[in-house]
C-alpha cells in the first residue's frame, strides 16, 4: 500500500493460482478539491488515500451495471471457475481470450487451498507443454507446413475466441495462464454471506449506490472475515490501514477493518468517490483493483469504452487481475443472485 511515502504494492487476486504482478513505484500526490484531477495514479481501497473525507459526491452514482457482449467469455470464465471447476482442478487457458481452454485436469492426491510440491510441478509441466504445442503451431502456420491432427484440434480450440486464428495464434504461447477452481471457497462464502447480505444492501442503498455492491466480498475474499494479503490488505472487504482511515467511519482512531459493517461503510464511502471521478460502473468497480488515478489515465488514453480499455490498455500494472476485476464482479452477481441454477 501506497501511504504519503512511496511503496511498491503487489496487486490482489484471490481467485488466481497465480500471483499478480506488483504495482511500479509512483509518486505521490495530493488531492485538492479546487484540483479534482490531482488523482494517484494507483488509488484503490488497497491502497492510502490521498482524498480527504469530504470528497465530493457524483451526482449519479446509481447507475447501472452494463454488460457488454464482448465481456461474456470472461464472465462465463469466471463462473466455471467459481463454482464449476473445483480446487483439485486446474485449467489452462489463454490469458487475453478466456473462451480458449486447452485442458482442464485433476491434480492427484489430496489437493489443499496451498499446492504440495509435486502438484505445484506437475502444473508448472503442463503449462510447458502447452507453451511448447502453441509455439510448434505457430511456426507450422507461418512456414505454411502440413498439420497433423493434434495441431488441428488446437487449432479448433483457438477458434473457439471467434478471432482470426492468426490474431489469436500469434503470441499465444506466452499468454498461456492456469487457474484452479474454487468452487469449495465460494460456496463457503455464499453460506457466510447470507449473514451480512442485507446489511450491507442497506449501507449501498443509503449511499444511494446500486445494492449488487453487496457481492464484491465474493471477489475479494469469499467473504472471509479475516482474511490479510501480502500487501497488507485486511478484512471481508480488503482494506489497507491507510485507505481505512480515509473512508471507514473512525478510521484514523481505531482499526475496524476487521469489522464487515464498517468496511462496508467504507467501500460505499470509496465507490461514490470513483464513481463520481469515472463516471460508469465498469470503470469504478475496476478501479478497486486498478485505482482511480490508474483508471482515470485508461479512459484519458483510450476513451470512455470499457471494452476498448479491457482490450488495448497497456498501462502500468493494468494486467490480468485488473483486466478481469469486472467480470469477476459480474460472475459473482450472477451466482449470488440465483445460487440454485449454479450449484446443482
Not at 475466441?161 to 495464434?169: A, E, F, I, M, P
Request: proline residues 7%; aromatic residues 12%; glycine residues 6%.
Amino acid at each position: 500500500m501506497r501511504i504519503w511515502l512511496l511503496l511498491t504494492l503487489a496487486l490482489l487476486n484471490a481467485c488466481s493460482s497465480n500471483p499478480p504482478s506488483p504495482e511500479p513505484p509512483v509518486t505521490p500526490q495530493v488531492y485538492h478539491p479546487a484540483y479534482p484531477n490531482k488523482i494517484p495514479p494507483h488509488y484503490s481501497p488497497r491502497l492510502h488515500s490521498v482524498v480527504p473525507k469530504n470528497y465530493p459526491k457524483g451526482s449519479m452514482r446509481s447507475g447501472t451495471f452494463q454488460r457488454p457482449a464482448a465481456l461474456e467469455p470472461a464472465v462465463e470464465f469466471w463462473r466455471k471457475t467459481y463454482i464449476a471447476w473445483y480446487r483439485s482442478q486446474v485449467a489452462f487457458h489463454d490469458d487475453r481470450y478466456l473462451n480458449v481452454i486447452y485442458e482442464v485436469i485433476a491434480l492427484p492426491g489430496i489437493v489443499d487451498e496451498s499446492l504440495t510440491t509435486e502438484q505445484k510441478e506437475i502444473v508448472k509441466s503442463r503449462r510447458e507443454f502447452w507453451k511448447g504445442q502453441l509455439a510448434q503451431l505457430e511456426y507450422k502456420v507461418r512456414t505454411n507446413s502440413p498439420l497433423n491432427s493434434n495441431d488441428r484440434q488446437l487449432v479448433a480450440k483457438l477458434q473457439t475466441s471467434g478471432k482470426q486464428l492468426n490474431t489469436v495464434l500469434m503470441g499465444a504461447d506466452s499468454r498461456v495462464r492456469s487457474q484452479r477452481g474454487t468452487r469449495e471457497r465460494f460456496v463457503k462464502g455464499l453460506e457466510i454471506s447470507r449473514s451480512y447480505d442485507r446489511q450491507f444492501r442497506k449501507i449501498f442503498h443509503d449511499a444511494g449506490l446500486p445494492e449488487d455492491l453487496a457481492v464484491l466480498p465474493h471477489v475479494e475474499s469469499s467473504f472471509q472475515p479475516d482474511a490479510k494479503s501480502s500487501a497488507g490488505a485486511v478484512g471481508m472487504w480488503q482494506f489497507t490501514k491507510a485507505a481505512a482511515k480515509t473512508f471507514m467511519p473512525g478510521g484514523d482512531k481505531i482499526d475496524r477493518r476487521l469489522d464487515p459493517i464498517a468496511s462496508a461503510t467504507g467501500v460505499a464511502r470509496y465507490l461514490s468517490f470513483a464513481y463520481s471521478k469515472l463516471g460508469d460502473w465498469p470503470s469504478a468497480i475496476t478501479s478497486y483493483n486498478h485505482g482511480v488515478g490508474g483508471m482515470k489515465r485508461a479512459q484519458n488514453q483510450v476513451g470512455r469504452d470499457f471494452v476498448s480499455i479491457v482490450d488495448t490498455y497497456d498501462g502500468p500494472a493494468f494486467g490480468f487481475a485488473s483486466r478481469n476485476y469486472y467480470a469477476q464482479f459480474l460472475a459473482a452477481r450472477d451466482i449470488a443472485s440465483n445460487p440454485m441454477q449454479y450449484l446443482r
